[in-house]
Nanobody, 115 residues
Framework: QVQLVESGGGLVQPGGSLRLSCAAS????????MAWYRQAPGKQRESVAS???????DYSDSVKGQFTISRYIANNTLYLQMNSLKPEDTAVYYC?????????WGQGTQVTVSS
């Protein structure tokens, strides 16, 4: 079993920045996918950024150039640097890891962008 623990959410003013972290409880596993999703009120969960089998990250069009995903593979920690935040970035952010067909989700961290 793998637990994912997220941190770094909070309240930020428009134009501000936040950095999310997601740490896996197993540093010895190799995950095929490491990703960030978000779910805004009344909307479906959507992919934000991800690493799949390629080391080149993939971003949704809505955050390209604004968010940066990174990872420290040695301890399976995933990061999301979010800059120039806008009110429409308000959502619960979830990390997601996949290994051998098993899916693992973080508990979610609230990001609120408001003045």
């Amino acid at each position: 079993q793998v637990q994912l623990v997220e941190s770094g959410g909070g309240l930020v003013q428009p134009g501000g920045s936040l950095r999310l972290s997601c740490a896996a409880s197993r540093s010895d596993f190799i995950f095929s996918t490491m990703a960030w999703y978000r779910q805004a009120p009344g909307k479906q969960r959507e992919s934000v950024a991800s690493f799949t089998r390629s080391s080149v990250p993939d971003y949704s069009d809505s955050v390209k150039g604004q968010f940066t995903i990174s990872r420290y593979i040695a301890n399976n920690t995933l990061y999301l640097q979010m800059n120039s935040l806008k009110p429409e970035d308000t959502a619960v952010y979830y990390c997601y890891f996949e290994r051998g067909g098993r899916n693992y989700w973080g508990q979610g961290t609230q990001v609120t962008v408001s003045s």
